[in-house]
């Protein structure tokens, strides 16, 4: 299983980001996909999760509305769309698959929001 996860970068408070997290190493397919984020000491927190045939999506309050995950099974990518950033939207985002009770994510991407 391998998750590679891209888009990161430093930008402006309500500024845009698009993530994209490319899998390989499994049907991707078959699967949940969720993105992940984290701060320096502190737990990796829920953003949003997507159903494998894209039908559904979950999201963290703190992103609702301004956030959308979606996925590309074709390409065997997951993305999130990230609108009106805030400075607390500044972490590391990972991309994740549960398969077989494990939990498999990358090596993330950083997102700043800073003026």
């Known amino acids: 299983v391998q998750l590679v996860e891209s888009g990161g970068g430093l930008v402006q408070p309500g500024g845009s980001l698009r993530l994209s997290c490319a899998a390989s190493g499994f049907d991707f397919s078959r699967y949940y996909m969720n993105w992940y984020r984290q701060n320096p000491g502190k737990e990796r927190a829920f953003v949003a999760g997507?159903?494998?045939?894209?039908?559904?999506?979950y999201y963290a309050d703190s992103v609702k509305g301004r956030f959308t995950i979606s996925r590309d099974n074709a390409e065997n990518t997951v993305y999130l769309q990230m609108n009106s950033l805030k400075p607390e939207d500044t972490a590391l985002y990972y991309c994740?698959?549960?398969?077989?009770?494990?939990?498999?994510w990358g090596q993330g991407t950083l997102v700043t929001v800073s003026s």
């Open positions: 994740d698959v549960r398969i077989v009770s494990r939990n498999y």
């Open positions: 997507i159903t494998s045939t894209g039908s559904n999506t």
